[in-house]
T-cell receptor
Framework: DTEVTQTPKHLVMGMTNKKSLKCEQH?????MYWYKQKAKKPPELMFV???????INESVPSRFSPECPNSSLLNLHLHALQPEDSALYLC???????????????FGQGTRLTVV | QKEVEQNSGPLSVPEGAIASLNCTYS??????FFWYRQYSGKSPELIMF????GDKEDGRFTAQLNKASQYVSLLIRDSQPSDSATYLC????????????FGSGTQLTVLP
């Protein structure tokens, strides 16, 4: 089972709202990722969690706040977003940890976020 | 800066032909290379990965890797209209903070 589940599939939020995106995997993967993808662009890495610890933050604004409650779950908390933050937000997971080979990453279906 | 470059296309091939997608990368320490297929409005789907120099075949797909030339390619044989999508090359960056770096993608259209 190579399934990564993201909820919700679609989200419309105002600039003063607080919302959360959720991601879940049951493949035993110990690395989980958040990516942001704008139309006709490749995914851009936002955060990496390895063994439930934040290992990479690609200079993401603080209005995006990641959380990894356990090895199967990854959240992205959103607050005071701007219209330019509208994008497809992708969660991914992989088995490998830093320092080891193989980094096959499997993506969830994404959350289409619109900020109004 | 570690870069992954692809021809953005669009690439059009007739049904039944071979589609050839190319990718170059700048980080000589990269160890793993991946091809993702992304349909419009959908998330990327892993279709091939390769770690060693040479060819790797899986059904109609063949990945080719040449680390000396820092080049990886994907061949799709007997292309079908359902293969029409954007193909993303991704490279595992070396160093202590492992992550995937994506190319900008090649849009492939297979004409019936």
């Amino acid at each position: 089972d190579t399934e990564v589940t993201q909820t919700p599939k679609h989200l419309v939020m105002g600039m003063t709202n607080k919302k959360s995106l959720k991601c879940e995997q049951h493949m035993g993967h110990r690395a989980m990722y958040w990516y942001k993808q704008k139309a006709k662009k490749p995914p851009e890495l936002m955060f990496v969690y390895s063994y439930e610890k934040l290992s990479i933050n690609e200079s993401v604004p603080s209005r995006f706040s990641p959380e990894c409650p356990n090895s199967s779950l990854l959240n992205l908390h959103l607050h005071a977003l701007q219209p330019e933050d509208s994008a497809l937000y992708l969660c991914a997971s992989s088995q490998a940890e830093p320092g080891q080979t193989a980094l096959e990453a499997f993506f969830g279906q994404g959350t289409r976020l619109t900020v109004v | 800066q570690k870069e992954v470059e692809q021809n953005s296309g669009p690439l059009s091939v007739p049904e039944g032909a071979i589609a050839s997608l190319n990718c170059t990368y700048s980080d000589r320490g990269s160890q793993s290379f991946f091809w993702y297929r992304q349909y419009s409005g959908k998330s990327p789907e892993l279709i091939m990965f390769i770690y060693s120099n040479g060819d790797k075949e899986d059904g109609r797909f063949t990945a080719q890797l040449n680390k000396a030339s820092q080049y990886v390619s994907l061949l799709i044989r007997d292309s079908q209209p359902s293969d029409s999508a954007t193909y993303l090359c991704a490279v595992d960056s070396s160093g202590s903070a492992r992550q995937l770096t994506f190319g900008s993608g090649t849009q492939l259209t297979v004409l019936p």
